[in-house]
């Protein structure tokens, strides 16, 4: 079974880490942990900016996703030391290029988390379950808390 698990952040990657640590896989397993790397927007302000200093973004934000990539495989492969993981950085924007890997890698399965910013999904993780070639399963990294009610004595005059 071909799993691919997109990470975004290092908060994502702990939390995955831990559902992936705790699901009850099969034996035959191959895990592709996925980041990817947003491009600096050519019609932004970023846009503005001299091309050494962009190229210094994208070099830092690449740099941030082998660090978090790296730690979710170290993750799986200590719980998992027969399993198969391997690690990919791709630059793009992150719904149609993880649509695009799953169908490339012929995956089986996508895990994705979701920064839980309307209703159950992010974007992202909406239109990756709208257009994924294979089942997906969203795991929430960040539980949206009750909103605290403050007893407040209101005086109209």
Same mark, same amino acid.
């Given at each position: 079974?071909?799993?691919?698990?997109?990470?975004?952040?290092?908060?994502?990657?702990?939390?995955?880490?831990?559902?992936?640590?705790?699901y009850p896989w099969p034996t035959d397993m191959e895990f592709q942990v996925a980041h990817i790397v947003q491009p600096v927007l050519v019609n932004s302000f970023m846009s503005l900016l001299p091309a050494?200093?962009?190229? $210094?973004?994208?070099?830092?934000?690449?740099?941030?996703?082998?660090? =978090? +990539?790296?730690? %979710?495989?170290?993750?799986?492969?200590?719980?998992?030391?027969?399993?198969?993981? $391997?690690?990919?950085?791709?630059?793009?924007?992150?719904?149609?290029? =993880? +649509?695009?890997? %799953?169908?490339?890698?012929?995956?089986?399965?996508v895990v994705l988390g979701s920064h839980v910013k309307t209703a159950m999904q992010g974007s992202v993780s909406r239109a990756v379950v709208a257009h994924s070639p294979c089942s997906a399963m969203v795991i929430p990294i960040e539980q949206r808390e009750p909103k605290k009610?403050?007893?407040?004595?209101?005086?109209?005059?």
């Open positions: 079974m071909k799993v691919v698990v997109p990470v975004q952040d290092a908060k994502c990657a702990d939390t995955l880490g831990a559902f992936i640590r705790n050494p200093l962009t190229l $210094s973004i994208i070099e830092e934000r690449t740099r941030e996703g082998e660090v =978090i +990539v790296k730690r %979710l495989s170290d993750t799986i492969k200590e719980a998992f030391p027969s399993a198969r993981v $391997s690690e990919v950085l791709i630059e793009g924007d992150a719904k149609s290029e =993880i +649509v695009s890997l %799953l169908e490339e890698s012929d995956a089986d399965l009610t403050k007893d407040k004595l209101h005086i109209i005059v």
